[in-house]
């Protein structure tokens, strides 16, 4: 069965004459009007389209309120200030995620604590969130991991018993449901990226969705440097002109012209996820026929949003490396990737005196893991190469 044809890596055919990414926006004609008209409108920062966007989207994941932000991050970083996170606090996540998700924390002066992940999963371990909670611990930021919910049965049930806020990262998991729920009105406060990669795009953007109006308009005051009109709020009124600025807020707003791309990226969500779950489905079958690979588990009760596609090596089947596969896989014009690098790996938190070892299943994971091309946008074709290229490269250094 070894050796269907030479590798690219070793001088072959590559599978594909042109790079394919591991992930790709979809934006066509009907989109460019949407951007266009509102770019001649009245509005280009926070407009009617702004109000539109967070509406149509609180509406889809079934939340009361949405506030639009520049960017995830921005977003996440509101979430964790509404929620109340502050000097001295404690906040319970993954280093399964992108750098992003911690930092929200250390922009509040918080502490992150890093919680390993369950190996079938590959999510927030719950049980080992548990025995990290202490009297310092304010709030659970999981990550939906791939775009496969977290337990929220299990993990409400933890913030109950314990007073903790759960604030959602749901970067990768605009679409998906958890026990028939939609991600997005289970949290306290859910965080959604469209960055292009992600299941829809504003170019660069996020929203924060909660049910509690209490967290809204923190969230919406925060996003304008702590500012507010509202004559409720006042502390003083000195005229129509007057505003006041009660706390140390930010410029977080997201464009008139991102939230016009976003209204009609919303309406063919539903039609990008279905072609997403299409490719993992294709992916799924083709490589349970491949020992030495080992596709995720989707935990019980989810329905995904298959953000990422994610494989994992069993090396002691193989005769070679993780690092050897990945450059010959790009060789043969596949754009793979690697989610994540443990997030305490990264120098500033090792600088901050997080060590290596904390997170065992995590670290492990690590090693073993790589991120195939998974969009909407991909071919039919595109699918089949990806397909090709792995069991190319997966027979020739099976043992
Ligand atoms: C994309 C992403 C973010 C950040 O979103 P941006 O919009 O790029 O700021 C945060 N967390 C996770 C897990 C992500 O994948």
Not at 88 to 105: H, L, Q
Not at 182 to 207: A, C, N, R
Not at 272 to 286: G, L, V
Not at 301 to 306: I, V
Request: net charge negative; proline share 4%; hydrophobic share 35%.
């Amino acid at each position: 069965m070894k050796k269907l044809s030479k590798l690219a890596i070793h001088g072959g055919q590559p599978v594909r004459k042109t790079f394919l990414p591991y992930g790709k926006q979809w934006v066509s004609d009907d989109d460019v009007e949407a951007v266009v008209e509102t770019l001649t409108s009245d509005f280009l920062t926070t407009g009617p389209k702004i109000d539109q966007f967070e509406e149509e989207l609180a509406k889809y994941v079934g939340a009361k309120y949405g506030v639009a932000f520049a960017n995830g991050t921005a977003a996440l970083h509101a979430a964790c200030f509404a929620a109340g996170v502050g000097e001295g606090d404690e906040v319970i996540t993954t280093p399964m995620t992108f750098a992003a998700t911690a930092n929200s924390i250390l922009y509040q002066r918080a502490t992150p604590v890093f919680s390993d992940t369950n190996p079938d999963t590959w999510n927030m371990d719950l049980q080992k969130v548990r025995s990290l909670i202490t009297d310092q611990t304010k709030a659970i930021l999981p990550v939906d991991y791939m775009g496969n919910p977290c337990n929220y049965q299990e993990l409400l049930k933890i913030a109950q018993d314990h007073d903790l806020t759960i604030i959602e990262d749901a970067a990768h998991a605009l679409g998906a449901t958890d026990h028939g729920r939609k991600v997005g009105s289970i949290s306290d406060l859910t965080m959604f990226s469209f960055h292009p990669v992600k299941q829809i795009t504003t170019g660069e953007g996020g929203i924060v969705t909660t049910n509690r109006q209490d967290y809204y308009e923190k969230l919406i005051q925060f996003r304008t440097h702590g500012m507010t009109r509202d004559s409720s709020k006042l502390l003083e009124n000195h005229g129509p002109w007057y505003y006041e600025m009660q706390f140390l807020g930010f410029n977080y707003r997201m464009t008139d012209l991102q939230a016009a791309l976003g209204i009609s990226q919303l309406k063919k969500l539903d039609s990008f996820i279905q072609r997403r779950k299409q490719i993992a489905k294709k992916y799924h079958e083709a490589f349970q026929l491949l020992s030495p690979i080992q596709t995720s588990n989707l935990p019980n009760g989810c329905d995904s949003s298959w953000h990422l596609y994610v494989i994992r090596l069993k090396l002691e089947e193989l005769t070679t490396d993780r690092k050897t596969i990945f450059t010959a896989l790009q060789h043969e014009n596949i754009g793979v990737n690697v989610h994540y690098i443990p997030v305490y790996y990264q120098p500033y938190y090792q600088h901050l005196g997080y060590k290596k070892g904390i997170c065992p299943n995590v670290e492990q994971l690590y090693e073993e893991i790589i991120t195939l091309p998974l969009f909407p946008a991909m071919s039919n074709e595109d699918v089949e190469n990806v397909i090709t290229a792995i069991q190319k490269v997966i027979e020739h250094y099976a043992k």
